[in-house]
């Protein structure tokens, strides 16, 4: 279910959307069955991570919610209102950043741009599952020869 869609215009003013979609939408908790959030960012929050961190492991916790972050790097770093953001990092430092939101916040980190993916948790989780599988499956095959010689 798609709860609410936030746009920060002009800033990265994440702690607020937050703030806001909790108290909007998450007051009578037990009315609604949403399960995440979904974040869909260009760029750092204009609080600092620690900060950011904190607050959403507790709202996620008192609400039992995760909070899902999908991150687009951009190859220019004012938006198209030429608005520069309150607080600036590196793609490398944005994405380092919002992975430990993430984590803070029970979710799954995914960073892209136009080159394609850099990193996503649901796709190293299979990848992860596919070399078990080859693994197993190499197992099976060794065990199955080793049958086969001893009869």
């Not at 687009?72 to 938006?79: G, H, K, L, R, Y």
């Not at 490398?92 to 892209?112: C, D, L, P, V, Y």
């Not at 078990?132 to 049958?147: G, I, R, T, Y």
Request: charged share 25%; with cysteine.
């Amino acid at each position: 279910r798609w709860v609410l869609n936030l746009q920060c215009k002009g800033s990265r003013n994440f702690m607020g959307a937050l703030r806001r979609a909790v108290e909007v939408d998450f007051k009578d908790k037990e009315k609604h069955k949403s399960q995440g959030l979904y974040l869909l960012t260009t760029g750092i929050p204009d609080q600092e991570t620690h900060t950011v961190s904190a607050y959403v492991a507790e709202v996620c916790r008192g609400f039992d919610l995760q909070l899902h972050v999908c991150l687009f790097s951009v190859t220019e770093d004012i938006d198209s209102n030429r608005i520069v953001p309150a607080r600036y990092a590196n793609p490398t430092e944005t994405a380092i950043a919002f992975k430990e939101i993430t984590q803070a916040a029970r979710g799954r980190f995914h960073w892209f741009g136009e080159a394609g993916i850099f990193e996503s948790d649901d796709i190293s989780i299979i990848v992860s599952e596919m070399e078990k599988a080859n693994s197993d499956s190499q197992k099976c095959a060794f065990l199955v020869e080793s049958l086969k010689q001893r009869s």
